[in-house]
């Protein structure tokens, strides 16, 4: 088992793995982290007289300047729990390796929403100074809107550029 690990063929399907599973929780933290599961709230809100903005969430995490910071942490995560389980997966049989696996999983995904945590509450914070300031009452996800609403990510992309924290 420890060669098909130090295979670099494996490594580097391990490595996508782990990116593959980065990416989908980045884009999965930023959907939930807006409040866009639930998608009712936004017919009854688009429904009233109040001013609607839609803003692109995920331009917006992409685009910020403190995702490469995210990756780069996440990146230095993945190596040292790559490392770490080199050196503690030796002497373990094949289900032992495998939980201990599982456990690693978690522990990376537990690690990315700590880190993704500052970044999506700095993104929320900006969309609710732009609203704020727009007059707007509801801002909802662009891929949730068919027709209308203030599009403000613009406004917001440049908020979180000059802010650089």
Known sequence: MMEKLRNPKNVKTISLIIAA???????????????????????????????????????????????DEVRAAMQKEVQATRDEFNEKSK????????????????????????LMEPLLKQINDAISKVAEKK???????????????????????RSLQSVKK
Do not use: H, W
Request: net charge negative; with cysteine; hydrophobic share 40%.
């Open 21 to 67: 599973i980065f990416v989908i929780g980045c884009f999965t933290i930023a959907l939930t982290a807006g409040g866009f599961s639930n998608l009712g709230g936004v017919a009854s809100a688009a429904g009233s007289d109040s001013a609607i903005g839609v803003v692109n969430y995920q331009v917006l995490v992409s685009q910020s300047p403190k995702l």
């Open 91 to 114: 002497d373990m049989n094949n289900e032992e390796k495998d939980r201990y696996y599982q456990q690693l999983q978690q522990r990376l995904g537990n690690k990315q929403n700590e």
């Open 135 to 157: 007059g707007l009452k509801v801002v909802v996800d662009k891929s949730s809107v068919i027709y209308g609403g203030a599009d403000i990510t613009d406004e917001v992309a």
